[in-house]
């Protein structure tokens, strides 16, 4: 009688063990799963919008495009290209961006600083008639610190804002005409720029890697 209450007790146990078991191991592998899509996700990459000047001047175009790339956990760089169009002088603005971010918090609301290297070429011209005007270009060259915070509201989307101060150097290129009789400038030099509206950036982030549930 005893025995066979033993086996009746090892039946059970089987039963009872063997689900457990299975579903232990299904909740293991699923977190080893959860924790390489995480360290997965510590190198996504995302495509930028953004616009350059949190002024936003209503009588300018302006905006931004890029990709943006973890490369560890808390290390991103990021290309882009910005232009800017102001209707009232007929200029324009092109520049080409690379900039690196390091996270020094990670989470929800992600503060970073780095430093970026633009290029950039800026043109403009003021006309009066065909024989009387005078067209500006310029190539700038721009280096300096970035400050920023990215608050990523859902996996794939992220917001962030930053502020930078630029220490340019600027070519340019002067061509007047004076009555049909052309003259040409040129002329190089350095400036910093600091000012909070022209010197900041807002935009949005969309990352193509998420965390599979």
């Not at 191991?25 to 919008?49: P, R, S, V, W, Y």
């Not at 009066?128 to 970035?146: A, E, H």
């Not at 502020?163 to 009555?179: C, E, G, H, R």
């Amino acid at each position: 009688m005893i025995q066979k209450r033993s086996i009746a007790v090892i039946v059970i146990l089987v039963f009872l063990g063997v689900p457990s078991a299975w579903v232990f191991c299904q909740d293991t592998a699923q977190k080893e799963k959860n924790e390489d899509a995480l360290k997965k996700n510590d190198k996504k990459t995302g495509i930028i919008f953004n616009v350059t000047d949190i002024l936003l001047d209503l009588e300018s175009y302006q905006g931004g495009v890029g990709i943006k790339r973890y490369s560890t956990d808390s290390l991103a760089y990021r290309v882009s290209f910005d232009f800017n169009y102001t209707d009232k002088s007929s200029s324009w603005l092109l520049v080409l961006g690379n900039t690196l971010e390091y996270h020094f918090i990670r989470g929800r609301v992600s503060p970073y600083f780095g430093g970026f290297l633009d290029i950039g070429y800026a043109t403009y011209k003021d006309e009066s008639d065909s024989n009387n005007w005078t067209k500006v270009s310029s190539i700038p060259l721009s280096i300096g610190p970035i400050f920023g915070v990215e608050v990523n509201i859902f996996e794939f989307l992220a917001l962030f804002a930053e502020y930078s101060v630029s220490f340019d150097y600027t070519t340019t290129k002067t061509t007047t005409s004076d009555a049909g009789s052309e003259s040409v400038q040129k002329e190089s030099g350095f400036s910093i720029g600091t000012g909070m509206g022209n010197e900041s950036k807002i935009g949005v982030v969309i990352y193509f890697n998420r965390i599979e549930k």
